[in-house]
């Protein structure tokens, strides 16, 4: 390793002296990671952190593919986020103004957003937990209480790379969709048409593709779909409407998982399904070719999100230059990434809830059931000065300039200016790069966090390579760069 603190003259003594040092095996040839696999972890993952760099760099994309896949497709030993039963003098049918007033339930929610991040940081099978992400985004919903929100998570979670159809009839059955969009209130008397709305326009065939009759309809046949004291999924069958119904051109006396059965029958739910894997994945903008590819691929494989995830991830049109670092990370994959690469840990659920909220992706709080819009939606002048600076914010323990509330409510939720707690260990970073010459340090970094053909200007100057914290500075520098915001 070149010693940092050499005061020698620089012009002309790093060639001079390489040669000698290479063949000592001071100078490493940089471990350069190629294009496509920096975009399939960036895309299937949050970036390339350490624990890609030490066993998947030098795999082939079908390798890793295979991998991924197959891990995330293990059972899972223990459930990650607990039962979701209910705690102690929590309702599952809170309002909104009642869990603010709960210091308590907020801090489990809380709690349970920093445990799924840390699955996030912490997993080997990164796959699983981006595909636990995007479900989050395409089935939306805002959990108020603890209980829900664990049913809920471990509904998705669970059947990440599973079957769509499975996924589904469970999400329909989800106590945090049934509270959140109202079918509670859906009685054969009185049908509340909400879920059954979403369930075809956002969930599964777009619009378009169904009737206003079609809405009613479906409506009808998820009266008596509700949940009981204990927040756990409960028929109601005096509620039900157990009625002819005609939906979608057929008719019958349809309940809840006959409409979804039927819904799934349609190419338009393939369609859309395929629709919204390409914006998430691929690009926001449309190919409506490779969309074509997707949803053919989806009705083959009958909805088995792992075989459509391998396709997706091994397909030619996924590595086309334009398809790389053209994407604006959304606030989870930022804050991950960067744990993940510096060693980072944040001690504090209330503070990493702060941070969610402060980049505007609080996780169990989308803003609607539409989910997080992305893209461009991501930055404002707020968030972008916060992405900018985070990590110097969070290597260097600085005071965060950025309030997420009116200075009263601040006040009263501890969600003041403050310093972010972690723990760090960045030292595996640096001895990855320890070996490269302080003349191509940037590039090798570039090469590490700067997705795509993003390429940075160059920052260091001469004289910074007799800095002992040479790396480190070159490192945040490029956390720093608009480039180090895109996937």
């Known amino acids: 390793m070149l010693n940092r603190s050499l005061n020698y003259p620089l012009d002309g003594f790093l060639d001079k002296i390489t040669p000698f040092l290479t063949l000592r095996g001071y100078i490493l040839s940089m471990n350069q990671i190629s294009a496509e696999v920096r975009h399939f972890f960036h895309r299937a993952g949050f970036g390339v952190g350490m624990p890609e760099l030490s066993n998947s760099i030098k795999k082939s994309i079908a390798q890793l593919a295979d991998d991924e896949i197959q891990a995330a497709l293990l059972p899972l030993e223990t459930d990650s986020y607990g039962s979701g039963l209910p705690v102690r ?113 956002l969930f599964t065939m777009g619009r378009a593709n169904y009737s206003e009759r079609d809405v009613s309809e479906s409506a009808r046949a998820f009266t008596g779909w509700s949940v009981d004291q204990q927040g756990h ?42 629709h919204r894997l390409y914006r998430y994945f691929v690009n926001e903008k449309i190919d409506a070719q490779a969309i074509q590819q997707i949803a053919r691929v989806i009705r083959d494989v009958d909805y088995d999100m792992a075989e459509v995830m391998h396709f997706l991830l091994t397909s030619d049109f996924f590595y086309l230059p334009q398809n790389q670092g053209n994407r604006i990370k959304s606030p989870l994959e930022l804050l991950v990434q960067v744990a993940r690469i510096f060693g980072l840990r944040y001690v504090q659920p209330t503070q990493l809830a702060f941070l969610q909220k402060a980049l505007g992706q609080l996780l169990f709080d989308p803003p609607n059931v539409a989910g997080w819009p992305g893209g461009r939606d991501w930055i404002n002048n707020s968030t972008l000065m916060l992405r ?40 595996p970073l640096l001895d990855y790069l320890s070996g490269t010459r302080y003349d191509q340090m940037e590039k090798a970094v570039q090469n590490l966090l700067i997705a795509g053909s993003n390429q940075a200007p160059e920052m260091a100057k001469s004289k910074d390579f007799r800095d002992l914290d040479f790396s480190l500075q070159v490192i945040l520098k490029t956390t720093s760069l608009p480039e180090f915001q895109m996937s």
């Open 233 to 274: 999924f409960f028929y109601r069958e005096q509620n039900h409407d157990s009625g002819l119904k005609e939906f979608l051109g057929r008719k019958g006396s349809f309940d809840g998982d006959e409409i979804i059965n039927i819904i799934l029958d349609q190419p338009a739910t393939a369609h859309h399904l395929a």
């Open 388 to 427: 900018l600076n985070l990590v110097r914010y969070l290597i260097h323990q600085e005071r965060f300039d950025h309030s997420v509330s009116t200075p009263l409510e601040a006040m009263a939720a501890g969600e003041s200016i403050q310093i972010v707690e972690i723990e760090q260990n960045y030292q």
């Open 89 to 201: 003098d929590q309702s599952p049918f809170a309002t909104r103004d009642q869990i603010q007033m709960s210091d308590t339930t907020s801090s489990q929610v809380d709690r349970l957003r920093a445990k799924w991040v840390e699955s996030m940081i912490d997993t080997r099978t990164v796959l699983a937990e981006k595909m636990t992400l995007f479900w989050h985004g395409h089935f939306a919903c805002q959990c108020n209480t603890e209980n829900v929100a664990k049913q809920y998570l471990n509904t998705i979670r669970t059947n990440a790379l599973g079957n769509f159809r499975t996924l589904l009839h469970e999400i329909a059955r989800s106590p945090a969709m049934i509270i959140f969009l109202n079918n509670l209130q859906n009685r054969q008397d009185h049908p509340n048409e909400n879920f059954a709305r979403e369930l075809m326009e």
